[in-house]
Structures are given as C-alpha cells and as structure tokens.
C-alpha cells in the first residue's frame, strides 16, 4: 500500500530537528502550572495550530528558540506560544525581559502530552537558528554542523550566513521588544562609545569545565587589547575579576556598564536584566570580538543587525584542539 511522502517539515520533526523526547518529573508544585495550561488550552479554538517555543536553557539559548519558533510559525501559519520557565539557567520570566506579548505556558508536562496527542501542538525545543529545507547546500555549516541535518546550520558562522537567510531572521530580530528600563540603560549608556570602540564579549565559562579548560586564557584577551592599542573596548564578560584585572590593567580604555547583581548573575529577574543590556551594549559596535561557541556573542552580533566585524578572541590552536575534543564526545 502506497503512503503519502512526509512534508519537509514534517521529516525536520521526525529527525528530532525540532523536538528532542526527555524524560518529564513531576512535581507537586506543577500542578497549578499544569492547570493553568489544562484551562488554557480549553479557551483556545479548537480549529487553532500552534507552535511552542520551549528551550528552558539560558538567555541566549532561549531567544535563539524564540526568534526560530517565530520564523517556523509565520511559515506554517501557526499562533506562537512560549513555554520559559525559571530556572538557574534564567531566573525570569520573558516578561521581566521583554514587552512582547506572547502566550506563556508553564507546564513542560502539559506540552510534552498535547504535542503527544495531536498536531494541534507543535513544540520546538532547539538552541540553533533553523534554516527551512532547500535554503542551504550540504554540508554547509563549518563552525557546528549538526549530524542529523547534512550540516544544513548557520549557527556561529557570521559573516558566511546568506544574505537571504539574514533578511529574513532580521524581521524576526527586530521585532523583539526589550522593556523600557533595559533601552533606556542601553541608549544612555552607549552614548560613550565612539565610531572606534570595540564590543569585548569574554566567556570563561565559569560552570563549564570543558570549555572553560579548554577556551579560556586571560592572556588571550591581554593580547586582543594590546592589539588594538588606541581603541576602547565595551567589555561584557561572566566573570567580576576578568573585568577588575582589565581596568586594574588598562584603566578608561575599558568601559562596563555597572551591575546591580554580579557579573553573569542569573539567579534573578534583575540579574538577567544585567545581563540583556550588557547583550544589547555589544551590538552597538562596529567591531565585535566574541567568544568562541557562545550564543551571547553570536545574538549581540543578530541584534547589531548582522553589520559588526567579528573576530575571534580565541587563540586557533585551542579552537581545534576544543573541537577535537568536544565533537569526538
């Protein structure tokens, strides 16, 4: 008997591209998040399609989630809706963040089991920009190419990305709304930069041993500003004492928009605010220098509109030792 091919989609959905299973625990307290998603779901058309976005990482991980699900929904003309919980990943909800309105689950348990019953539900659990099939060729991708996938990925490659694929996520991008405490810091703050200062984003993955063994070398980050002898740098790191050595060291040249929590803090509402403004500083810059496989780099550079230089801060010789390493696990 013959049977209908799979959509392209639909084969994205199959392979895990979308939705990876994991196993749920339940807790006694989910059961008020569990309702809430039960009587939302009974006031919602039952001729309605969505698409939950529902990556519950950190910051970066989750808007990446986000502006994918928004390009994926408006494709497969579905209402967009957001499952992002508070966790120690990101203590806040995306209205502490942001003005969008968007739908707010708050059962993982309520998502995972409507998307198992039918196609009404479609969640979308990633921490890559999806590309649509046919947008790239084989074994595009350099930088993270995904098995599954054929290397079908744009993730980390910057300035490679397509013109068409940038455009595109652009709109989605923009229409991202930080709330009005987070712009009015950003354009304050950003009016000390001139056409020479330069975007420092600085991971020394404090909590990843891995990368942090394998990436971070302060004296790295000495050579980038040594480098560029008369520029400024706007530094946004995760750690306090790589920027108190760096202004120990190199004293007005460095420029840090003050926390009101610790560097990297995300253990509160007003943590991750710190911490979307300082994202939001490093797009303002001509020149961006990112870390190597951060998405914090990688979205200052999307919310720069995709027009800084960027460089890498990493030495080359540790980037291929890392990825030896990490892709062999």
């Not at 089991?113 to 590309?131: E, F, N």
């Not at 020479?196 to 004296?219: A, V, Y």
Request: hydrophobic share 40%; proline share 4%.
């Amino acid at each position: 008997m013959l049977t209908k091919p799979l959509s392209p989609f639909k084969r994205m959905i199959r392979s895990g591209t979308l939705f990876s299973k994991q196993h749920v625990f339940f807790h006694v307290h989910d059961i008020l998040f569990l309702t809430h998603d039960i009587l939302l779901s009974f006031r919602e058309p039952r001729s309605g399609k969505y698409l939950i976005a529902m990556n519950k990482e950190g910051l970066c991980n989750r808007l990446k989630c986000l502006i994918s699900s928004m390009r994926l929904a408006a494709k497969l003309s579905r209402t967009l809706e957001l499952y992002w919980p508070k966790n120690r990943s990101c203590n806040c909800r995306f209205s502490d963040l942001f003005e969008n309105k968007i739908v707010e689950r708050r059962s993982e348990m309520s998502v995972r089991l409507l998307a198992g019953k039918t196609d009404k539900y479609l969640p979308v659990d990633t921490w890559r920009l999806l590309v649509f099939p046919g947008e790239l060729s084989n074994h595009y991708a350099r930088e993270h190419p995904s098995l599954y996938q054929s290397g079908h990925d744009i993730d980390f490659e910057y300035e490679r990305i397509p013109f068409s694929i940038r455009n595109d996520y652009l709109k989605y991008v923009d229409r991202l709304s930080p709330l009005r405490y987070v712009r009015e810091q950003v354009n304050t703050f950003s009016k000390a930069f001139d056409d020479g200062t330069i975007s420092l984003s600085i991971r020394s993955w404090p909590e990843e041993d891995m990368r942090k063994d394998g990436l971070f070398r302060i004296e790295n980050v000495y050579r980038l500003v040594d480098k560029y002898n008369t520029a400024n740098f706007f530094v946004s790191s995760d750690a306090d004492w790589i920027v108190n050595k760096l202004i120990l060291k190199y004293g007005g040249r460095i420029l840090f928009h003050p926390k009101r929590k610790v560097a990297g803090g995300r253990t509160s509402s007003t943590g991750m605010q710190d911490i979307l403004i300082d994202l939001l500083l490093l797009s303002r810059n001509k020149h961006l220098v990112a870390s190597y496989f951060s998405t914090f780099s990688e979205l200052a550079w999307w919310f720069g509109g995709c027009k800084a230089k960027v460089e890498i801060l990493e030495n080359p010789a540790d980037i291929e030792s890392f990825r030896m390493k990490f892709f062999a696990v």
